[in-house]
């Protein structure tokens, strides 16, 4: 099955900084590459997501970024404000079809602290 | 609200107690997901549903756990003989797929919180 690995597990920037978070995922079939804010005691919110026909995608201080030759995947935040420390995770899935599931497999998490 | 909704948001329990958890999903999303998430980690599939037909169960689901959807609208998780290993977040997620080819964007509601004593 598919494993989604995400590193690194913390992360801590200068409020203003750029902050980069990677994902590999093993399964070539996987063609559709989520990401998620949690925060604490609440659902995970999706923030951005790309699909395995489009390289990069931006959504205005976020975007993300596709190498399928390579599988990963990274999102980008810039400008970083304070409210934007959470829990990150990636995802996976093999979108698409009536019939199949389109499950998502989580990475790990990381942990973006944003220091005033 | 229109977003995914769960009830309850937190339950505590007795070792050997069945529970049963509630999610409302997006009006007219026709698929719904259940996961389950443990402190530290990111939420692992449960089991999903597309209308009322239960589609695929993940091996976490051991035969205590059962879902159901009947009405293909809200569903309805139960843990029989709850075990101290069950505690953890248990969200839900729904997606409007509405033909082949089309991609899921998975809402979730806020999560049920269970801690088995």
């Known amino acids: 099955g598919e494993n989604v690995e995400q590193h690194p597990s913390t992360l801590s920037v200068q409020e203003g900084d750029s902050a980069v978070i990677k994902c590999t995922y093993s399964d070539s079939a996987s063609n559709y590459f989520p990401w998620y804010k949690q925060e604490l005691g609440k659902g995970p919110q999706l923030i951005i997501d790309?699909?395995?026909?489009?390289g990069e995608k931006k959504d205005q201080r976020i975007a993300v970024t596709l190498n399928k030759t390579a599988k990963h995947f990274s999102l980008h935040i810039t400008e970083t404000q304070p409210e934007d420390s959470a829990v990150y995770f990636c995802a996976a899935s093999k979108g698409g079809g009536t019939g199949a599931n389109s499950k998502l497999t989580f990475g790990k998490g990381i942990t973006l602290s944003v220091r005033p | 609200d229109t977003g995914v909704s769960q009830d309850p948001r937190h339950k505590i329990t007795k070792r050997g107690q069945n529970v049963t958890f509630r999610c409302d999903p997006i009006s007219e999303h026709n698929r719904l997901y259940w996961y389950r998430q443990t402190l530290g980690q990111g939420p692992e599939f449960l089991t999903y549903?597309?209308?009322?037909?239960?589609?695929?169960k993940s091996r976490l689901l051991s035969d205590r756990f059962s879902a159901e959807r009947p009405k293909g609208s809200f569903s309805t998780l139960e843990i029989q003989r709850t075990e101290q290993g069950d505690s953890a977040m248990y969200l839900c997620a729904s997606s409007f797929n509405p033909r082949q080819g089309t991609y899921n964007e998975q809402f979730f509601g806020p999560g049920t919180r269970l801690t088995v004593l």
């Open positions: 549903f597309q209308n009322e037909a239960q589609l695929e």
């Open positions: 790309i699909r395995s026909n489009v």
